[in-house]
């Protein structure tokens, strides 16, 4: 019989932000293709494509992607290539503390830069050719998931570093 451990109440708040984060991604993901799905008929059968639908898209697409990042870290989704499987546990768990946190430098850098390009077109108000779609709500998108991303990084590899096996998020 296994003995089920508790999440610490700030872990079990983390994953639940997280799941509707990619909930919420999936709602962009369907709106995206139904968007994509009239535009096509409009544009083939009616000969009046959507206006601007393909800078509504690009901007969608952003969401979709970082939206679902820190769930499908954090339940172990990202794909993962095992080299050195059968190699001493010790180097394994070496491997994962430093992919971890390599990963999460990494992740870091990114949502920082993403922070730096959100107050800068806060400011400067750039936006989508077509359609006047500020950039600054989406790269403030960014720096929130990649953060996220990060602090799941950061979690594995402390897990790894304290010896506890990975803490997968359940579905």
């Given at each position: 019989m296994t003995m089920k451990t508790e999440k610490p109440r700030a872990v079990e708040q983390f994953d639940r932000a997280v799941r509707l984060l990619a909930l919420a991604g999936g709602i962009v993901l369907i709106l995206m293709v139904a968007l994509t799905v009239v535009d096509v008929f409009m544009r083939k059968f009616l000969n009046a494509p959507i206006f601007g639908a393909q800078d509504l898209?690009?901007?969608?697409?952003?969401?979709?992607?970082?939206?679902?990042?820190?769930?499908c870290a954090r339940i172990g989704g990202h794909v993962a290539v095992d080299l050195i499987s059968n190699a001493n546990p010790k180097l394994l768990r070496v491997t994962d503390i430093t992919v971890n946190l390599l990963g999460a430098f990494?992740?870091?850098?990114?949502?920082?830069?993403?922070?730096?390009?959100?107050?800068?077109?806060?400011?400067?108000v750039r936006?989508?050719?077509?359609?006047?779609?500020?950039?600054?709500?989406?790269?403030?998108?960014?720096?929130l998931c990649?953060?996220?991303?990060?602090?799941?990084?950061?979690?594995?590899?402390?897990?790894?570093?304290?010896g506890q096996p990975p803490d997968k998020a359940s579905h």
């Open positions: 898209s690009m901007m969608l697409l952003i969401l979709v992607v970082f939206f679902g990042m820190a769930y990494v992740i870091g850098a990114l949502c920082w830069r993403a922070a730096i390009e959100t107050y800068r077109d806060f400011v400067g936006a989508t050719n077509m359609l006047p779609i500020p950039y600054w709500p989406f790269e403030a998108a960014i720096t990649s953060g996220l991303f990060a602090l799941v990084l950061l979690y594995n590899a402390y897990r790894a570093i304290s």
